[in-house]
């Protein structure tokens, strides 16, 4: 097939037809480009595919960690909400007087923390990826501000909790304790003198404001995840 294209060219400038080579060979330039173009065209698209399909594979990799995730914060918050509850009940209510049994539990409510292990795979691979491999420009951004703000303050918040739990509480409480099953049971020696101590019901208020304030960035996170999930259900239920 070349050789016959180069006969006729050849054939061409022989016989003088000098413009209608001019064309022949403009046209042989033109099939070169296209050929080109095309042979870039669907190496971008073998290369979007790819991209698409490793989109795919971490999108459900992320839907899956937020999902491990939105189980430990719920519970975190459902365990700050049973703490604020029961030092209002002991402390301000002073409900042990009436409910003496139920003291050791509330204080097991109370004298105890949370720690989530948040799952991050996902997310640290696409950033080993490139962010911009997500398509959706808005998803990557709430994906971003999840992970670099929402869960850094989730675990700020409960870190704070933790360490009031070591240096604070558990000092305190050392010589008052007769039994103490983590978040379960506080049983105290004297529960009348250790609840209406003055100094220890200013102390738990304080520890109350704490514990309050982790509520806000628990309730936040679980708010993005939920809206996280319905938007990365939404990416691959579309292909």
Known sequence: MFRFLRSFRSALMINGKFRNYLFYALGEILLVVIGILL????????EDRKDRRVEREILETLYTNLEQDSLGIAEAL???EKAIHSIDRLFKDQAFRQYPDSTGPWLGSIIC????QPRTSGFEVLKSKGLELVSDERL???LTAYYDETLTLILQSLGDIEESFKTELIPDIRQEVTGFKFKENVSLKDPEAYLT??????Y???YRANRTGTL???????GEITALRRRIRGELDAE
Do not use: T
């Not at 101590?197 to 200013?202: E, F, H, P, Y």
């Open 197 to 202: 101590d003055v100094s220890r019901i200013a």
């Open 78 to 80: 459902s365990s700050n």
């Open 216 to 222: 806000e960035p628990l309730k936040k996170g679980l």
């Open 140 to 142: 990557r951004l709430d």
């Open 113 to 116: 923390f949370d720690r989530i």
């Open 204 to 206: 738990y208020q304080m």
């Open 39 to 46: 042979a870039l065209q669907i190496d971008n698209w073998n």
